[in-house]
């Protein structure tokens, strides 16, 4: 049994029509991912010890940050942070976003705190 991220790479499954030619990948991978964080400082300090280093992007250029970026990988996805006072308000249950009235506990790997 394949993991979902070879899945996601190679789709063992000959595809046609408009997603692909015949043998070729279908889903290659992410171009961008966007979170939420209601503290942005822990967050990006969590993100910079996970990822290794520290985001590319920072906005504004001082003082606490209200939105962050890192690139990764051999195509440079991107991953950002948001400040959650940005995050917009829907005017009913959105269907492709999450979102979290509480803050979970962040611990890097490795992390003795």
Do not use: H
Request: aromatic share 8%; with cysteine; net charge negative.
């Amino acid at each position: 049994m394949s993991t979902l991220l070879e899945r996601m790479v190679v789709d063992p499954v000959p595809r046609t029509g408009y997603l692909g030619q015949k043998g070729t990948p279908v889903f290659r991978g992410i171009a961008n991912v966007n979170l939420i964080a209601p503290d942005m400082d822990r967050a990006v300090a969590w993100y910079t010890d996970v990822m290794g280093a520290g985001p590319y992007f920072v906005r504004p250029d001082s003082g606490t940050p209200q939105y962050a970026e890192w690139r990764f990988g051999d195509d440079e996805d991107e991953l950002a942070l948001m400040d959650a006072s940005f995050r917009p308000a829907p005017s009913r249950p959105a269907r492709a976003a999450c979102s979290s009235t509480s803050t979970p506990t962040m611990s890097a790997p490795n992390s003795t705190g």
